[in-house]
């Protein structure tokens, strides 16, 4: 009688099979925009006409440009003061919500309320913001009543950068404390009890267990939130537009501006390039900081 023969089947290949149309959809609608942005940072172009090769002239008039660095000097402090503000924010929210100050009930409205936010139409907050920060809105009302008078939240040059900075930190925080909660929940509570039975406080169980145990969960927030807040766009184009007299200009608003009013759309993909370097130094270094402290 012949023994039957199994034939062991490879089947490595249908992993890749199944993630193929992701991999397609992924190169069409982000790898290739972005090479094409390279190459079309090398042109001039206004869609109409062809395009003409210019080599690094579009770099060199970025450099020049006082409205280009008025754009990057205003993101950085934009995000700088936004990821600083919604970290902390995010951490304090997560600590105050893992710990035992409130009970069951009010932590899941307070975390609610905090991360509701997060899931609302970027547009439908823009517009609701807008009208707050109106001389009858919410916002004037409330400034009237702790500095005696209205703040001129959309309309000086010097509230207006701050203003979107307060809707973009609102919106924002609720995602990264979701974050925070996640890793605070991976911290052995074996740890907290033999620090009690030593005699340590509360602040001593924070700088000692829990922010050294998070040092990848803040790794990860910080860099995603420096790339998310560079690139915000939506909240400067609904709220004010870029104004007043561009102190609301990011450089996702002046690529948009750039390319689909003003019709440059080789010096707007130059724009994108310096845009995506920047954020790849940024989150170079960010990682580099994170992992020196690595013990």
Known sequence: MKKKRYSVVNLDWHGYV????????FSIFLIYPMINAFWLS??????????????????????????????????????????????????????ML??????????????????????LSVVAVGIVWKYMYQSTGIMSVL??????????????????PY?????YVWKSVGYYMVMYIAGLLDIPTELYEAAKIDGANFWHRLFYITIPSL??????AVVSCVIFTFGSFPLQFVIAGGGPSRST??????????????????????????FFMTLIVFSFFQLKIFKSGKT
């Not at 009543?145 to 000086?156: A, C, Q």
């Not at 203003?163 to 809707?167: F, K, Q, T």
């Not at 501006?257 to 759309?265: D, G, P």
């Open 18 to 25: 199944f993630i193929l149309p992701t991999l397609v959809i």
């Open 42 to 95: 090398a042109h001039s172009w206004n869609l109409l006409s062809p395009k003409e090769f210019v080599g690094f002239e579009n770099f060199k008039t970025l450099f020049t440009n006082s409205r280009f660095l008025s754009s990057y000097k205003l993101t950085m402090q934009f995000s700088i003061i936004s990821v600083i503000a919604i970290n902390l924010l995010a951490f304090t929210f997560s600590v």
């Open 98 to 119: 893992a710990s035992r100050l409130l009970k069951d009930s009010h932590k899941n409205v307070l975390q609610s309320m905090i991360f509701l936010p997060v899931v």
């Open 143 to 160: 400034s009237a009543k702790l500095f005696g008078k209205p703040l001129p939240w959309l309309t000086s040059t010097q509230t207006a």
């Open 163 to 167: 203003s979107m900075i307060i809707v």
């Open 215 to 220: 040092k990848n969960t803040f790794a990860l």
């Open 249 to 274: 200009e990011v450089m996702a608003l002046l690529i948009y501006l750039e390319a689909f009013r003003f019709n440059k759309y080789g010096y707007s993909a130059a724009i994108s390039v310096m």
